[in-house]
């Protein structure tokens, strides 16, 4: 299953953006899907993860104000953007997760991703 972002743009500050990962199958057999987002220059940020099961995990720095969600009709994963912030900016990607040899979560590979520019 391939995942395609969509949805970035520009965005003032204290906004809201929508971005989608459109699976070209069905996401219901995926583990769990991931958002992170990477900045020129620094390492991969990880902000928010689901579960088949629809749990979900966030980073400190977004919690409570983005919010991952999933249509398994749709086949697509979706993070809310609210109250975005100018260091919110950076290029977002989604990832499929499995679980590995040491029985963690992996996230592979992250598609192309697509920008969100927050305006202050």
């Known amino acids: 299953v391939q995942l395609v972002e969509s949805g970035g743009g520009l965005v003032q500050a204290g906004g809201s953006l929508r971005l989608s990962c459109a699976a070209s199958?069905?996401?219901?057999?995926?583990?769990?899907v991931a958002w992170s987002r990477q900045v020129p220059g620094k390492e991969r940020e990880q902000v928010a993860v689901i579960s088949v099961s629809s749990s979900t995990w966030y980073a400190d720095s977004v919690t409570g104000r983005f919010t991952i969600s999933r249509d398994d009709v749709a086949n697509a994963v979706y993070l809310q953007m609210n109250n975005v912030k100018p260091e919110d900016t950076a290029n977002y990607s989604c990832?499929?997760?499995?679980?590995?040899?040491?029985?963690?979560?992996?996230?592979?590979?992250w598609g192309q991703g697509t920008q969100v520019t927050v305006a202050s």
């Open positions: 199958g069905s996401i219901a057999s995926i583990k769990a």
């Open positions: 990832a499929p997760g499995d679980v590995g040899s040491d029985h963690r979560l992996h996230f592979d590979p």
